[in-house]
């Protein structure tokens, strides 16, 4: 049985997780806006120090279910401090790098601490509060997520222009550092099957598969065009560069919203909080593909697939919690696999289309993926079909052992 974990204890640990998604986000894509400063000091051509970002991603994709599987019996406080320790020695390396060699082994350690993480955070963060809240709670868990290409990226860029990129890494690694301490003091420490949120509340193998399916093919979409949305914004819409910056940062300010406009509905609505974003995001996709040249219309729908990106990732991640069919650990590594095959799909196939057709016609591919995501959801959302295990209100036989942390809300 879990032990009784205070309101005030659980809400720290949420902030203190939050934070370290912030970091992990941040540090992932922090050479994209370094890329023309470490490229020179490197003597690396800029599509060097792109891959990595690229690698970054396979790395996770490759290491999530792995790690998970490896460190399954392992306390979570000890293990997630262990994981920001990793993170902060990794980024410390990477400031210190002499050579790219050098930075991208550092970059390879950093994405194995990522991949643990995003496989143990989710049913760590929640597993103190009620299943009829868990949505909530992993909404707020994901702002952390979203505020990382609102502020972690620019301000982490903007330093490592002042102060030289090494900078950038080396205050990371000191963020890392403060987190750890902060899990190891606020983290309630028990086996990973004693907690709350250790198995799915309604689990169910067959939707849990359609849901990864329906990940993959979504993030696929929504990177197809986001990968490269420089190109478009520029040849298609016809922006200058000087406003390259403020779109960007209005899509990202978006996704906060959407991130906290989707938390009100995750816990009552879960399936129509997958499918609403899916929809809002083809719709803005192939909207762009319609419009791009109009530049109103562009700032409006570029707006609406950074909402539909940031609501449908937090969706998934509280469904999974839902439908998870053994540990939920296993579960959110086979989501993070997901989610990174999708940002690796996306932006081969941008890529790929690039060259030849041009930016515009990435839109009308990312809308007519997510179109297939929205198809495949939407089987899980026919009237009659009903859950064999657990109950309609949402709450398990997980839930219904840990009676002493029911008080908490959020």
Do not use: C
Request: proline residues 7%; hydrophobic residues 55%; without cysteine.
């Amino acid at each position: 049985m879990t032990p009784e974990v205070s309101p005030s204890r659980a809400r720290a640990a949420l902030v203190v997780l939050s934070l370290a998604a912030f970091a992990f986000i941040t540090t992932e894509l922090l050479p994209v806006g370094l890329l023309t400063v470490i490229a020179p000091d490197l003597d690396r051509s800029r599509s060097q120090v792109g891959l990595l970002v690229s690698g970054y991603a396979v790395v996770v994709v490759l290491a999530s279910v792995p790690l998970a599987r490896l460190t399954r019996r392992i306390p979570r406080r000890q293990l997630l401090g262990a994981t920001m320790v990793l993170f902060a020695v990794a980024n410390v390396a990477a400031a210190l790098a002499p050579t790219y060699a050098v930075l991208a082994g550092a970059r390879l350690v950093t994405a194995l601490a990522q991949a643990l993480f995003w496989s143990v955070a989710s049913a760590t963060v929640t597993g103190p509060f009620p299943a009829a809240v868990r949505g909530r709670v992993v909404a707020l868990f994901s702002t952390g997520a979203a505020l990382a290409s609102v502020l972690g990226v620019p301000l982490g860029t903007w330093l490592g222009q002042q102060a030289g990129w090494r900078t950038s890494f080396a205050v990371v690694a000191g963020v890392g550092l403060a987190i750890a301490a902060a899990v190891v003091a606020l983290i309630p420490s028990y086996p990973p099957d004693a907690g709350g949120a250790a198995r799915g509340t309604t689990p169910h193998a067959r939707r849990f598969t359609m849901l990864l399916v329906a990940t993959a093919l979504g993030i696929t979409g929504f990177q197809t065009l986001q990968t490269y949305v420089t190109p478009f914004l520029l040849d298609v819409s016809g922006f200058n560069a000087a406003a390259l910056a403020p779109l960007l940062f209005v899509s990202g300010v978006a996704g906060i919203a959407g991130t906290i406009t989707v938390a009100r509905t995750l816990d009552a609505h879960p399936i129509a909080s997958l499918l609403a974003p899916l929809g809002v995001g083809t719709a803005s996709l192939l909207g762009l593909y319609a419009l791009g040249a109009l530049q109103p219309a562009t700032a409006f729908l570029l707006a609406g697939i950074g909402i539909a990106y940031a609501a449908f990732g937090t969706a998934v991640q509280s469904r999974m919690l839902q439908l998870a069919p053994g540990s939920t650990d296993l579960a959110s590594a086979g989501v993070s696999t997901a989610f990174n095959v999708g940002i690796g799909a996306g932006s081969l196939l941008g890529g790929a289309l690039l060259p030849g057709p041009g930016p515009q016609p990435l839109a009308l591919a990312g809308g007519l993926l997510t179109l297939a995501a929205l198809a495949v959801l939407a089987v899980d959302a026919r009237p009659g079909v009903t859950q064999k295990r657990g109950r309609p209100d949402g709450t398990g036989p997980a839930e219904r052992n840990f009676p002493s942390i029911r008080s908490i809300s959020v």
